[in-house]
Structures are given as structure tokens and as C-alpha cells.
């Protein structure tokens, strides 16, 4: 089956600051790759996903990048902001069937 | 419109008894999907249905574990014979379609405490 690798498992970046996590996956026919964000004690919430056919996609301060000879994708936060901290989430999923996820990065952004 | 919706919030039980858990999608969506969640980790793929169907059940934990949905709405993710392991909490997501890749919607989940 899948396997989702994430890295770092915790990143302290000061406000303002860019943060990178990054995943790996190990199915090459995986096409489909969600991000979550999880606060503590809430539920994760998607926050952006981009499907093999792209290389990269941008939603304001986020951006994701799909690498799929080398079979890796990166989370990208700019500006970060203190509401960013959260637990972060990896996916990859062959067409929305099963999913499989990455083991969350706690990103703290110190003021 | 409501989101995914779980009962209960919160469940005690003492091991070796069997539990439910319920999770209600958002209307009409065809996929659901159960996970479970150990305390600091991270999301452990159980059981996904599209429609009524369950094309893989090979997530399951162990055949103390079954799933089952109705309507294509409300599914039951039951647990016999509990163990301490099995102390986490279980989350349901529904999306649109899961052939095609869509968003999933997660439910607040179910805190399991075996004792």
C-alpha cells in the first residue's frame, strides 16, 4: 500500500516567516494530494490540494508543489501568521478512494 | 447546509464490551470514509464506502472491527471486545465522490476511552 512520509514533525518559525513541510509518497499511481490543517481539538479542515496533472498551485499565502518523478510534495506558508499554528497533515490518495496520511507537522509561529 | 455530524462525542467503556459509533455525511455524498486517531498522531486510514459499498476493507484493524452504511447516509463503525488500544479518537469525513478525488468534510469525531 501507500506510503506518506512528512518531515519535520514540529517547525517554530517567528511571524512573518515562510514555513516548508514536505511529504513523500511512495505509490506511484497516488494523483491526488490534499493538505489539512487540525487545531488542537478541532477537526482537520482542507486547506489546499493539488491533483498529479499539476506541478504547483497557489491560494494567497499558501502554495503547494507536486514533484511526481520524485515522487514528493511541499506545503508552502508565507507571511505566516500566529493563527497558523496548528497541527499540518499530508495526503495522498489514488482518486479519492483510500487515503493515506503523513504523521502532521506541529508548526508554531512565535510573535 | 450541516456539516458531518458523529455520536457520540465522548465514549467511556470498560474492555472486552462492544461499541457503535455513528457518523452522519453531509447529504449527498456518496463517499464516507472512517478514520482513527491515536492521542499526538496522525490520521490511520480504516474503511472508506462509496455508496453502500465497501471496495476495501483492508484498513480495518483487526476483525474486531466492522463498518457498515445504509441509504447511502448514516454509517456504523462498530468495535467488539474493546481493548485499551483501541483508545483514540475516530473520525468520519464524507466527500462528493470518491472517484473523482473531491474535498472531504470531516465530522467533530468520537473520543473512545477503553478502561
Not at chain 2, 455513528?22 to 486510514?45: K, M, N, V
Not at chain 2, 474535498?103 to 473520543?111: A, D, I, K, N
Request: aromatic share 10%.
Amino acid at each position: 500500500g501507500e506510503n506518506v512520509e512528512q518531515h519535520p514533525s514540529t517547525l517554530s518559525v517567528q511571524e512573518g516567516d515562510s514555513a516548508v513541510i514536505k511529504c513523500t509518497y511512495s505509490d506511484s499511481a497516488s494523483n491526488y494530494f490534499p493538505w489539512y490543517k487540525q487545531e488542537l481539538g478541532k477537526r482537520p479542515q482542507l486547506i489546499i490540494d493539488i491533483r498529479s496533472n499539476v506541478g504547483e498551485k497557489k491560494d494567497q499565502r499558501i502554495a503547494v508543489t507536486l514533484n511526481k518523478t520524485a515522487k514528493h510534495f511541499s506545503l508552502h506558508i508565507t507571511e505566516t501568521q500566529p493563527e497558523d499554528s496548528a497541527v499540518y497533515f499530508c495526503a495522498a490518495s489514488i482518486g479519492g478512494n483510500q487515503f493515506y496520511f503523513g504523521t502532521g507537522t506541529s508548526l508554531t509561529v512565535i510573535p | 447546509g450541516a456539516g458531518v455530524s458523529q455520536s457520540p462525542s465522548n465514549k467511556v467503556t470498560e474492555k472486552g464490551k462492544d461499541v457503535e459509533l455513528r457518523c452522519d455525511p453531509i447529504s449527498g455524498h456518496t463517499a464516507l470514509y472512517w478514520y482513527r486517531q491515536r492521542l499526538g498522531q496522525g490520521l490511520e486510514f480504516l474503511i472508506y464506502f462509496q455508496g453502500n459499498s465497501a471496495p476495501d476493507k483492508s484498513g480495518l484493524p483487526s476483525d474486531r472491527f466492522s463498518a457498515e452504511r445504509t441509504g447511502e447516509s448514516v454509517s456504523t463503525l462498530t468495535i467488539q471486545r474493546t481493548q485499551q488500544e483501541d483508545s483514540a479518537v475516530y473520525l468520519c469525513a464524507s466527500s462528493l465522490d470518491s472517484r473523482t478525488g473531491n474535498e472531504q468534510f470531516f465530522g467533530p469525531g468520537t473520543r473512545l476511552t477503553v478502561l
